[in-house]
């Protein structure tokens, strides 16, 4: 069993930053690429940004220039910073990983969720 554990969420300004982390544990072969989706209030989960294993990055349009993402294959874990936070980036934030198991079949996982309010 593989399992997601991300950090980093809270309560920030506008315009202010915030760094998520999320941390794959457990076992497998290899995890393929990592991303984050977020669900704002009354939104359906959308795409943020991911990384494939050999770290090339894509990012939403309304993020683009503003979050960085970044990953650490020695501790399977991906960073998410955030900066020129903005009232519409409020949502709880996801991290997905593709992971192939050791018995070669792919399969994706979710962290629980991490809250992000951007609020004065």
């Known amino acids: 069993q593989v399992q997601l554990v991300e950090s980093g969420g809270g309560l920030v300004q506008p315009g202010g930053s915030l760094r998520l982390s999320c941390a794959a544990s457990g076992i497998m072969f290899r995890i393929n690429a990592m991303g984050w989706y977020r669900q704002g209030p009354g939104k359906q989960r959308e795409l943020v940004a991911d990384i494939t294993r050999g770290g090339n990055t894509s990012y939403a349009v309304s993020v683009k220039g503003r979050f960085t993402l970044s990953r650490d294959n020695a501790k399977n874990t991906v960073y998410l910073q955030m900066n020129t936070l903005k009232p519409e980036d409020t949502a709880v934030y996801y991290c997905?990983?593709?992971?192939?198991?050791?018995?070669?079949?792919?399969?994706?996982?979710w962290g629980q969720g991490t809250q992000v309010t951007v609020s004065s």
């Open positions: 997905n990983a593709e992971v192939i198991t050791t018995s070669f079949v792919r399969r994706d996982y």
